[in-house]
């Protein structure tokens, strides 16, 4: 049977080469049914894994209360702690063709870790278990974790060996590794550090469909040995591989502060980011955040903050560096955001100030939906990507568009990079159906200025839609021949990334 | 035909999915003939391309005067001005069976650009003349290029035009932007800016083995959209695709000075590194290279120095920032490199004086090689990267072992980032010989240390027998299952990368 459907995939793949992008074997998952489910939760348990099967279990593990796609139970939850334990789930799933969906922070916002169907669920192994620091490399500023840890814990692990270094990927609070690797993360440091796609992961062990496992470079920094199959995974959602081990790349740690701009309208405040970013400084800028007037109205209405700030387009910004570049950039940022019709600049004059400054932007989340009011609010969290010059026509007209369809939103974005977060408000079905709407035509605004559906949330179930439309047949032809080569079952994470299309 | 071939690959690529890593049907390939080399190249003309074909020419092309691995001349060289030309080319070779060798700057190590074997060299494509920008988008930071075009020439293309950034990966002089993606390249900026598997590259262009032309990605700085198939090119030295337009992230260029510091022995040169790359003012340190004491002896033998130094182990410097952030930096630096032993610390007091210093590390193959003195006298270049912390245990074993052979050698090293080079003297087959018994050693003790065979050369037909040993059989399996899906036909740059296995 394996053979069977091997050979098969086979010739899709086949077809790819001789110049047809599109397989002309549709691939029509075969998998197996209850009976298979049944016998793998056994022999899972007789190998003394811990398989959770209560429907409650099922359900949380396959859906998550900050999105609002689609979403199926799982058919069995199985916590992994070592690579030989993924092993195990994988050749178990590969044995009765059962779909495989990694879980661990579950913080992402896509639907990634959501059940195949309704009908069959899958096996979903949860990482979150595999936190552990195994090797931390002080001299050559490197860390070997297990890839279930959380960003945050590698940070708190090296601030409590008094290590100077940090892992500068800063994606939601409670992601883990495994997770920022799976969606191509970043957050608010990319502007200073970049993000998943750059140098932070040295190497990284994974499990592949077919159980084998392998690591995807040596200890060294740099390497030019081949194509970097470590790059095939960061972003790839769990489809092509399990990642159980990663040896991070850190950075020093640096002393910061914070300060805050305030800006007649949002081109005022790009057009002054865009020129401290072409500064003798601009190293030293660690974040620079836009929150849009909504944004700050959110905040001064939360009321938990003892600056008063006025309802206007703002950046929040993170110097960085010795206490005399940090001063050097704050007099340069003061001169320029005034240049740029700033009337006001508050800078964090002790660390409490900035730790205080920096909580706003924090908890801008919850901000939001303290300001809406109701209690039944829920809030559609989004993002798109532009060239940097872009992004003020994306807001004007996103927001237009929005106030056309009278929904409630915030906005706010790294905005050093071109990346724009829409936060959009709802309370009910009919509510529901204008923010699908508005995100539909945002993708689409973001695809007219030569930008990206997302910024650092991914595809998932939410935007796999789109992707054809943001790379290109060919390019999605690509990695969907990659796709078929690894895992020619369609066993990891099915349903995700790739768009399905009519046989 | 073809399609036969295709099923027979799309078998073998099975195997590996079905848990086998190797697959169980040698890829024999079967290329076409002397006349069919006839055929293409009448076509090629035919359709107004410019082709070269007298002995001289082929064998050029074939071959590099500094690499000393086994080459052969190609059998067709035809000069590319645009993606469209290079698709004409491809698909005649796939409709003629013969291997594709893309050539631009000449100036890699390991004999990527040589033809396929004595008896077929097959078509070698010359993307050179594609060396036009395309656009410049300032305010976003990028710029768009032909891949042909030198990264010197996009440095020079954006002074002319008086636009305050620059593109910061340098590897060799004369290296092209297509080249550096191919071979995964870096430079002595790279302790600062990173490498090719960065963020360099933001989008990029690529013909495939089935004529198809894919753009990677959109113009946006960021993107989480899927797995990201630049990167699948980088490094894969043009056995994947033809890459021939990339949107290439630009840095703004700031001021620089340079300082040299002269230490004891390696190992104090190398401390001084680690503890400076911890420091507040490390984003400053845009170069920080190593040049052992050898090498100076060479660099004071060319003599054309204003300076006197000593012939000792040395640190070249280039700091860069705002004219007081230089200051701090180069205070800071003389501190430390004076803890670690360093008695003297040349800062150059201006910009003349700075270039003339920099000359020096600029110019260290050439004063190596006058230093020689024989006028028959070749270099072989080759270089490995380990963890940082592990360089002075690799430079000490190193040089031990190359004195014990009576092998005259200079080291210099990118000291950063743990990556190191050997220029290895030779003037006769006997110490050819000897130098290649050195590489090997070299590659081994890197591999006992957990670091790479090449930092920032490449692979080539020069090193691909140690590929299994550096990233396990699962890996370079992995790799070359890929390669295996993209170009079935195996017409890419055949007998480069990936080792040679018997049936």
Chains 1, 2 share one sequence.
Not at 183 to 194: I, K, L
Request: net charge neutral; proline share 5%.
């Amino acid at each position: 049977m394996l053979l069977m459907s091997g050979v098969a995939l086979g010739a899709g793949i086949s077809s790819y080469a001789l110049g047809a992008f599109e397989p002309k074997i549709a691939r029509k998952p075969q998998y197996g049914d209850q009976n298979d489910v049944l016998k793998v939760k056994e022999e899972l348990r007789l190998k003394g894994l811990q398989v959770l099967d209560d429907p409650k279990s099922l359900e949380t593990y396959g859906s998550s209360p900050n999105s609002y796609h689609p979403s199926s139970s799982h058919s069995i939850v199985v916590k992994a702690f070592s690579t030989e334990d993924v092993v195990t789930v994988v050749n178990l799933a590969r044995k009765h063709k059962l779909p495989v969906t990694p879980y661990s922070g579950g913080t992402s916002l896509e639907g990634h870790f959501s059940g195949y169907s309704e009908n069959l669920g899958g096996i979903c192994i949860d990482l979150s278990g595999m936190n552990k620091v195994i090797q931390i490399n002080e001299d050559d500023g490197d860390m070997v974790v297990q890839a279930g840890i959380r960003w945050e814990e590698v940070n708190e692990e090296l601030a409590k060996r008094n290590i100077p270094l940090f892992f500068p990927l800063d994606p939601g609070p409670g992601a883990t590794i495994a997770g920022g690797i799976g969606t191509g993360c970043s957050g608010t440091n990319a502007v200073r550090y970049g993000t998943a796609r750059g140098e932070w992961y040295i190497n990284l062990t994974a499990v592949l469909p077919n159980g084998e496992v392998i690591k995807t470079r040596r200890r060294a920094r740099k390497s030019s040995t081949g194509f970097d199959l470590t790059k095939l995974f960061v972003g790839a959602e769990g489809t092509l591989g399990i990642v159980t081990e990663v040896t991070l790349r850190l950075a020093p740690k640096l002393p910061t502060s914070v300060a805050v701009a305030q800006f007649p309208d949002v081109q005022s405040a790009v057009s002054a980011v865009t020129e401290l970013l072409r500064s003798d400084m601009y190293t030293h800028i660690q974040c620079v955040e836009l929150l849009d007037v909504n944004m700050m109205r959110a905040i001064n209405h939360a009321g938990q903050s003892n600056k008063a700030f006025a309802d206007k387009d703002s950046l929040f910004f993170k110097f960085q560096g010795s206490p005399s570049s940090i001063k050097e950039t704050s007099d340069l940022v003061k001169k320029i955001v005034k240049k740029h019709g700033s009337s006001r600049f508050d800078f964090a004059r002790s660390k409490e100030e900035a730790e205080e400054l920096w909580h706003h932007r924090k908890v801008a989340l919850w901000s939001a939906m303290a300001w809406v009011g109701d209690k039944d609010v829920k809030i559609w969290t989004t993002d798109v990507c532009v060239p940097p010059s872009k992004l003020p026509q994306l807001v004007a007209e996103t927001k237009q568009d929005i106030d056309e369809h009278g929904i409630i939103s915030c906005v706010l974005g790294h905005v050093g990079d071109g990346n724009f977060h829409a936060l959009l408000a709802f309370r009910n079905d009919e509510e529901l159906e204008k923010v699908k709407g508005a995100v539909h035509r945002l993708v689409h605004r973001a695809h007219s200025l030569d930008g990206t559906m997302s910024g650092e949330h991914g595809v998932g179930v939410g935007k796999k839609e789109y992707l054809v439309e943001e790379l290109g047949e060919g390019t999605v032809s690509l990695m969907r021949a990659i796709k078929q080569t690894i895992d020619p079952m369609n066993l990891f994470n099915p349903g995700k990334l790739y768009p399905e299309k009519d046989p």
